[in-house]
């Protein structure tokens, strides 16, 4: 786990809109704790915000686009793909156009305005998206594929190919964020000479040339329909008589697939959170990236917390000896078997039921079934441990509950779950008093939840 973290100061960035051909400037604001990445567009009047997360998405044609209402944003991709490397989870963007500018069609000028501001690390965790078993999804009309897999950290393989004789297979990869600069950023979009004419007939890459951009020769056409495409794009006249990269010299030799990647990082960050798991995507795109966010999204909405991951081939964090060096309670009523995790304001807690507990003999003979009651003084002693534990000499206080709020029960938990708790301090301790919230899950589901307040006492 770590901190939540935005920019130092604000920076802007101008330049000109790859469909529109307008002239943009896009600023970057530092944001408060749990702001997320927000879109301002300050054209419009209201100055209408929209959230980047992958509901919002509408189009995927040459770029993702975000919409709410009437109010759009294109070519978001290479911003947000930055602002996901550098760990930034709170910024604010500020846009004068209905897209951002494209720059040089790659992430570099991003890259060196957030180095020359700095990264701010705030007070609140990070709430990451962790997979714990494998998720994938496919577009069957184009063989696109993404699979992700269960890591402990963010990585991204990409392997593309095209029927050309310019650009065929290519792979690239990215197994640290660190190497993002070096090895992503500077990797520019690329478009082929026959998609030219359909994207201009759309109204698109208004604003398109070969400094935004690497053009891919590879059907050869004549001199003067070459001429007459330039001319369109308000370029010089080109060689029609070989395929070619039109752009000059590649920054990587595989500079289109490092392109991909750059787009897979920046659709996925439409999460919404950052992503624990290895990304393997084949044939990505802008519509099958932010598909799959989107239905990660939904499973991030089905419950308000995931699930924290639990390897029992970890030691814990506290044994059951150092749970009860901390808390009170003893057989029959000690309901926690191990802390797993603890820190600043959340603790992990663990508790195996087992056919054994005294309370099945009467709840229920024929049907065994834990009491809410004790499931939520389970969580309670949890959250006591997490509060005795900031403390000195810890076994001179105890945590008394004076109240429990809101609670839910949604599903039963029986004889060989495994419960596992998550305890989190909602606001800063005032004068001994500590409120919480806190969620019981079994298999990954929420079981249970629950508000509560305690009063830090000493032992008399």
């Not at 359909?198 to 059907?219: C, H, Q, R, T, W």
């Not at 419950?303 to 901390?326: G, M, S």
């Not at 499931?375 to 441990?385: D, F, K, L, T, W």
Request: charged share 25%; proline share 5%; glycine share 6%.
């Amino acid at each position: 786990m770590s901190n939540q973290k935005t920019i130092n100061k604000a920076f802007s960035l101008s330049g000109k809109g790859l469909h529109t051909g307008l002239d943009i400037t896009l600023t970057f604001h530092p944001a408060s704790e749990n702001h997320g990445i927000k879109i301002k567009r300050v054209d419009l009047e209201g100055e209408p915000v929209i959230d980047a997360l992958a509901e919002n998405v509408t189009h995927t044609v040459r770029g993702t686009v975000l919409q709410k209402g009437e109010v759009q944003i294109s070519t978001v991709e290479h911003a947000l793909a930055t602002l996901y490397a550098y760990g930034v989870d709170n910024c604010l963007l500020e846009v004068n156009a209905p897209e951002f500018p494209i720059l040089d069609g790659s992430a570099k000028f991003y890259v060196e305005n957030i180095e020359e501001v700095g990264i701010q690390e705030q007070e609140a965790e990070k709430d990451y998206f962790v997979v714990t078993k494998k998720i994938e999804y496919t577009l069957p009309e184009t063989g696109a594929k993404i699979t992700i897999m269960p890591d402990d950290t963010f990585s991204v393989d990409v392997h593309i190919g095209f029927k050309s004789p310019v650009l065929g297979n290519q792979f690239a990869s990215l197994d640290d964020l660190k190497d993002f600069k070096q090895e992503v950023s500077s990797a520019r979009t690329f478009v082929f000479v026959r998609e030219i004419e359909p994207l201009l007939s759309m109204n698109l890459i208004k604003g398109g040339d070969l400094k935004n951009a690497i053009v891919i020769y590879d059907e050869l056409i004549s001199q003067e329909k070459m001429d007459e495409l330039a001319l369109k794009l308000h370029q010089e006249t080109i060689d029609a008589s070989k395929p070619a990269y039109l752009s000059g010299v590649l920054n990587f030799e595989n500079e289109p697939a490092r392109h991909k990647l750059l787009d897979v990082i920046g659709d996925l960050s439409l999460i919404g959170k950052p992503l624990k798991g290895k990304v393997i995507a084949r044939y990505p795109g802008h519509k099958i990236n932010t598909d799959l966010a989107k239905i990660i999204r939904k499973e991030i909405k089905k419950q308000e917390v995931q699930c924290p991951v639990y390897n029992d081939t970890i030691a814990p964090i506290l044994d059951i000896n150092a749970v009860k060096k901390l808390l009170p309670h003893r057989w029959p009523f000690l309901l926690v078997d191990k802390i797993i995790d603890i820190k600043k304001n959340i603790i992990i807690g663990v508790k195996n039921v087992t056919g054994n507990e005294t309370f099945f003999m009467g709840h229920f003979p024929e049907e065994p079934v834990m009491p809410g009651v004790l499931i939520i003084e389970a969580m309670a002693q949890s959250g006591g441990i997490m509060v005795l534990n900031t403390l000195e000499d810890p076994e001179r206080y105890s945590t008394y509950f004076l109240k429990i709020d809101n609670v839910k029960f949604r599903q039963k938990v029986v004889p060989g779950d495994t419960l596992i708790f998550r305890l989190e301090m909602t606001e800063p301790i005032r004068r001994g008093c500590v409120i919480m919230k806190g969620h019981a899950f079994v298999a990954g589901k929420i079981v249970a939840e629950a508000e509560f307040m305690a009063q830090i006492v000493k032992n008399k």
